[in-house]
């Protein structure tokens, strides 16, 4: 089992940066890939962001290319999504999960969230 925990949220203005921390525990060995997805009110949760642990790839959501960047700490138990040029559309709880096969493609376990509220 692999447990996640989301930190970083806040409310900030249109235009500021914000970042998101995630750190796993538990069999973090069973990590090869995490991601941050999204979930805005009052519609479903989206992919934002993902890498695998090898740090070869990473992929993005289009709508936060350019303005959204995804890294990993020095530990395998570690991501960050930094947000800048935040928009009131980025207004969301946002979710980091994590993926045990690869494939950045299927997430087994998930965080309970963060709020990330961007004012106009």
């Known amino acids: 089992q692999v447990q996640v925990v989301e930190s970083g949220g806040g409310l900030v203005q249109a235009g500021d940066s914000l970042s998101l921390s995630c750190a796993a525990s538990?069999?973090?060995?069973?990590?090869?890939?995490m991601g941050w997805f999204r979930q805005p009110p009052g519609k479903e949760r989206e992919f934002v962001a993902s890498?695998?642990?090898?740090?070869?790839?990473?992929y993005y959501a289009d709508s936060v290319k350019g303005r959204f960047t995804i890294s990993r700490g020095g530990a395998k138990n570690t991501v960050y999504l930094q947000m800048n040029n935040l928009k009131p559309d980025d207004t969301a709880v946002y979710y980091c999960?994590?993926?045990?096969?690869?494939?950045?493609?299927?997430?087994?376990?998930w965080g309970q969230g963060t709020q990330v509220t961007v004012s106009s």
């Open positions: 538990g069999r973090t060995s069973s990590i090869y890939g």
């Open positions: 999960a994590v993926d045990p096969r690869g494939t950045l493609l299927q997430y087994d376990y």
């Open positions: 890498i695998h642990w090898s740090g070869s790839n990473r």
